[in-house]
């Protein structure tokens, strides 16, 4: 066949395929102005006019990934779609997302995993920054790491939870789960190296091969992988556990890849807004609670709430509450909706035991970034 005349082929789906971008975006602003509307009237059982629903986009990738009948493969079909709808997003006047930043930490990835290339991202350098800036709407949404499948929950963002949680405005609205790969990057060679910074998450999921190849070497914990890129960027003779993407953005070498013990290491993400979606039928929600520890029983009584309601109960931790001591906070995850007829009998059950009940959000279940 004739080269030009296949690539003249390309040109003419090409031209299909850009007059029907366009098309779709402009619908997707129809949405938009419908669901302004709607929020205006929102006493009117109306959906609130966010502009990232997660349940919605589910429905998308499920829908485009049935049409698909090859040769294209369905991770292809849905990051493509990735991008259309973050450029839908990207209509809305000014839309930014927060994230634990600096640069290139594993919350920038996660965030661009989900929200795409067209939105702007802002870096906090706090989670509890994060969080101010969902609540002052200078950002639209927040992204903060929950927890690791190697290293467990991230404590420190369940501590601002609960240094906030009294006065907090803010949702989880969505979860982004991000395969991670930990890297050794530094100016300088291996047997050179006198210290490596890194965040202890990632210091903990890289802990067997930094015990074998940088025995007797200090570790220092800073408060992110890509701020311990950045400080390895500046020394002399130190090293940084953390992203490939920080090997570029600090002007570092790649030592070694995938240092982490486990080799399927996957970290979970919260994505905060103003309010939660609606109910899926596949949804899950977050709950803090803590109960009268004089009362003997009284954790017990409360978590027996969901066995009675037939409501899965996926994950439980404790910290201390901060309000008393050897008093804790109990962050409990079950399967449902706040909405669902089920989760909220569970709750009027279980409020007599609790002395805080607070149902962080509720949000569909996701599986892949
Ligand atoms: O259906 C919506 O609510 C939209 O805003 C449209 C759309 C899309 O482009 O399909 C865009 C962003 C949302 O996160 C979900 C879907």
Redesign the pocket.
């Known amino acids: 066949m004739d080269l030009e005349q296949i690539r003249a082929s390309i040109a003419n789906v090409d031209r299909q395929i850009v007059k029907l971008l366009n098309e779709?975006?402009r619908i997707?602003l129809d949405?938009?102005a419908a669901?302004r509307q709607n929020s205006n009237k929102e006493s009117a059982g109306g959906e609130a006019g966010?502009?990232?629903?997660?349940s919605?986009?589910k429905r998308?990738f499920s829908r485009v990934k049935g049409l698909n009948c090859g040769p294209m493969s369905d991770e292809s079909i849905v990051a493509i779609y990735r991008e259309?709808?973050s450029a839908?997003?990207s209509l809305q006047p000014e839309i930014t997302i927060s994230y634990l930043g600096p640069l290139g930490t594993f919350s920038h990835e996660a965030a661009q995993a989900r929200f795409g290339e067209s939105v702007s991202y802002v870096p906090c350098s706090t989670i509890d920054d994060v969080i101010s800036s969902v609540e002052d709407e200078k950002s639209a949404y927040g992204v903060v790491p929950i927890e690791n499948s190697t290293h467990g929950i991230v404590v420190q963002t369940l501590d601002v939870f609960i240094a906030r949680y009294q006065q907090s405005k803010f949702r989880i609205r969505g979860e982004i789960y991000l395969p991670v790969n930990q890297c050794l990057l530094s100016r300088y060679q291996l047997s050179a190296i006198r210290k490596v910074y890194s965040h202890p998450q990632a210091f903990g999921q890289s802990k067997e091969w930094l015990k074998q190849n940088l025995p007797d070497i200090s570790q220092v914990e800073v408060a992110s992988t890509a701020k311990a890129a950045e400080l390895a960027s500046a020394e002399t003779y130190s090293a940084a556990v953390a992203s490939k993407s920080c090997s570029q953005l600090y002007g570092l070498d790649i030592l070694a890849e995938a240092i982490n013990s486990n080799k399927d290491n996957t970290t979970r993400f919260f994505i905060l807004g103003k309010s939660c979606d609606k109910p899926t039928g596949d949804d899950k929600s977050f709950l803090m609670i803590t109960v009268d520890h004089r009362q003997p029983g009284a954790l017990i009584k409360a978590l027996e709430a969901f066995a009675l309601n037939n409501i899965n109960m996926t994950s439980m931790n404790s910290r201390p509450s901060g309000q008393r001591m050897w008093q804790y906070m109990f962050f409990v995850e079950v399967e449902g909706h706040e909405e669902d007829a089920n989760v909220k009998s569970a709750l009027k059950m279980m409020a007599p035991y609790c002395l805080d009940l607070v149902v962080l959000g509720s949000y569909p279940r996701q599986l892949v970034a």
């Open positions: 779709r975006a997707s949405v938009a669901k966010d502009i990232y629903v997660p919605q986009e998308v259309i709808m839908s997003i």
